[in-house]
């Protein structure tokens, strides 16, 4: 599974999504532009219907009042008189209405002027015959009446209020037809935009299960890679294991090898002291034997002039072969300790380590008093570690900072701890001669030391010390000035499990 | 009559012979060292042709074994002698270079009268070696049981 895929597929996810949002988006922005077009249009409908009612209406008002004027001429009947005059007063609200509800239709405005027009006309030909019929004169009221048939107002009015009918009825389709679109199209648009967003989460369901399956995938892949990464560990760690039981192996060979020819040559430099000794006693006695008599025998010949300096010359020369000798021999020992520390089996056991602390503290106190130093003990926390390592450990360390304070200054040395993250911090302060900083990873060199040389030793006890802290799973390190002192920092477990690292020397 | 106790000395290094023959004489032990370099040697002086060790039936010996030997280990033979019947009583005193304490552990297990670790330093080798002869000078070589 390269990144590049990756990428890929979340980038095809991230563009479904956001397709799916338009889509919801855009369907209903429409849906609700489309519902309020369809009220819109139904409302005109409505509104065409109400207008063709009104036409109706006022058209039957208009023929109440002349069937109404009719009867009252022929009966006289004061019934026909207030019927017709309630229709009278009808006409023109109805008429008014009318013309409010076609105010928006320039059209239907020409052809109401003119229907106004029509029905003010017979309005005043039906007030005449009433006028007549009332005065007494039916037969003038009915030649009127004629006349008005013959006028054709009557037609007249039906006429433009047929036309009126008919252009209502025009725009009663159109408005119809309108409606009926926006509505179509709302169902539509509807219908695309759920079969939008039903096929775009089939499509992030199927992403998502093969992004799934890919997944399952790399995990089995992780899986199978860590089992064999253990596997690979545990090997590499058995070669090390086994290259440093090599190392150990050689370190004590080498040096019990090395020390038996050792043996030799300081047993025979001191035979050769002895035979020297001998030699020059002879040569002593010899040189002042009298010339024929036999050589004076004493214990202690004093030889002179270039006798002497042959015995010095003599001496000098094996007093540098022992030195050499003793120096070599100690060296070979520390590696010796070295490796049999090495080989020591650790027990992990409870330790209180301020009690363990203290006791260094008070087998120093002897040469802590003669260097006028103070050693302070803090609160230490307690560890599960080796209880003579430990020992070895922190009496190095104290031993060192009592060594190495600087002259004329009284010495305070401090021992502190604290715990982090499953991990004892020890801290071994003090406030002597401290050691330069391009030195500070030479000092855990075996063999090798720093600053001024004049106390005594072989350059091992931190050398030891970190091997030590290694082995119980810690670490350590130095920080220091010169001039102002050191602290010696040693971080060990806690808890530490003995079977992690015993194994390592089996 | 007690015989006088022949030394054997097994010691693969010649310096290390010359130097132990010489304290020891200095110590005044004047009994004789019969010196070897290498184990198959020593081994078929102790035990005979046979493998027995009948030959030194009766007869008082002291062994003197360095352990690193050249051709087999000085625990090997201080397992045979201990474990043969005419050599068991002879005391055996190694002189080895190696301190390691399981090593000095083992050779007491097996029967080792004195375990001594040759010093580089030669005062406290040669003070070692004439306690040794001083050791010889007082103990009682029992005579091999019949």
Excluded at chain 1, 197 to 207: D, F, I, Y
Excluded at chain 2, 101 to 121: A, D, H, M
């Amino acid at each position: 599974m390269t990144a590049d895929a990756h990428r890929r597929r979340a980038f095809w996810q991230i563009l479904l999504f956001t397709a799916g949002l338009l889509v919801l988006t855009w369907i209903s922005a429409g849906s609700v532009y489309l519902v309020n077009k369809a009220r819109q249009d139904s409302k005109w409908v409505i509104h065409t219907i109400e207008v063709e009612n009104q036409v109706n209406a006022l058209l039957l008002e208009i023929r109440r009042a002349e069937s109404s004027a009719r009867g009252y001429l022929l009966t006289l009947g004061p019934e026909f008189l207030s019927d017709h005059d309630a229709a009278m007063a009808t006409i023109p609200q109805a008429l008014d209405k009318l013309t409010r509800q076609i105010g928006d239709n320039p059209a239907q405005r020409a052809s109401i002027a003119k229907l106004r027009e029509a029905i003010q006309a017979r309005l005043e030909q039906f007030s005449r015959e009433m006028d007549l019929v009332k005065r007494g004169e039916p037969d003038s009221a009915a030649a009127l009446l004629r006349q008005a048939a013959a006028s054709n107002s009557t037609d007249a009015i039906r006429e433009v209020a047929a036309s009126m009918t008919a252009e209502e009825e025009r725009l009663l389709s159109l408005r119809s037809a309108n409606a009926d679109r926006s509505q179509t199209l709302a169902a539509s648009l509807t219908g695309i935009g759920s079969g939008l967003v039903v096929v775009l989460a089939l499509l992030s369901t199927w992403l998502v299960r093969r992004s799934a399956g890919v997944r399952d995938d790399a995990e089995a892949r992780l899986r199978d890679a860590n089992t064999n990464l253990e596997a690979t560990v545990d090997e590499r760690t058995a070669d090390l294991r086994e290259a440093n039981n090599e190392i150990q192996r050689f370190a004590y060979i080498v040096s019990h090898d090395l020390r038996s020819p050792l043996v030799n040559i300081m047993g025979f430099t001191s035979e050769l002291e002895e035979l020297g000794r001998d030699i020059f006693r002879r040569i002593g006695s010899l040189a002042r034997a009298p010339v024929d008599g036999p050589p004076v025998e004493s214990a202690d010949v004093v030889l002179d002039g270039a006798d002497k300096q042959l015995a010095e010359d003599f001496s000098e020369a094996l007093g540098f072969i022992k030195s050499s000798i003793g120096k070599m021999d100690r060296l070979i020992s520390a590696i010796l300790d070295l490796t049999r520390e090495g080989r020591r089996e650790f027990e992990p056991v409870r330790i209180d380590t301020r009690e363990l602390i203290e006791a260094i503290a008070a087998t120093v106190a002897h040469q802590a008093a003669e260097a006028r130093a103070e050693i302070r003990v803090g609160e230490l926390p307690d560890i599960v570690s080796d209880r003579l390592a430990l020992e070895q450990i922190f009496s190095n360390l104290i031993d060192n900072a009592i060594k190495y304070l600087k002259a004329g200054v009284p010495g305070a040395i401090t021992i502190r701890g604290r715990t982090k993250f499953g991990y004892a911090i020890f801290e071994v302060t003090d406030n002597g001669r401290g050691i330069d900083p391009k030195d500070h990873q030479r000092i855990f060199d075996l063999f090798r030391r720093a600053g001024t040389q004049d106390k005594p030793g072989q350059g091992i006890g931190l050398a030891h010390v970190r091997a030590l802290v290694r082995r119980l799973g810690g670490t350590m390190s130095v920080s220091s000035e010169l001039n102002v002192g050191s602290t010696f920092t040693v971080t060990l477990p806690i808890k530490w499990n003995a079977s992690n690292r015993n194994e390592e020397q089996r | 009559m007690t015989q006088p106790v022949t030394i054997i000395m097994i010691e693969d290094d010649e310096g290390h012979a010359r130097l132990i023959e010489r304290n020891i004489r200095r110590s005044g032990v004047n009994n004789e060292i019969i010196p070897f370099a290498n184990g198959t040697d020593a081994v078929r002086h102790l035990f005979g042709a046979d493998g027995s060790g009948l030959v030194h039936k009766g007869r008082a010996l002291l062994i003197l074994l360095d352990l690193n030997l050249p051709d087999m280990s000085g625990i090997d033979i201080l397992k045979q002698i201990k474990e043969n019947n005419h050599l068991k009583a002879s005391p055996v005193v190694v002189l080895t270079t190696t301190d390691d304490s399981q090593e000095i552990k083992r050779c007491y297990e097996l029967g080792c009268n004195v375990y001594i670790t040759k010093p580089v330093n030669y005062e406290n080798f040669a003070n070692a070696i004439r306690q040794l002869g001083l050791f010889f000078s007082v103990i009682q070589v029992p005579a091999a049981a019949s």
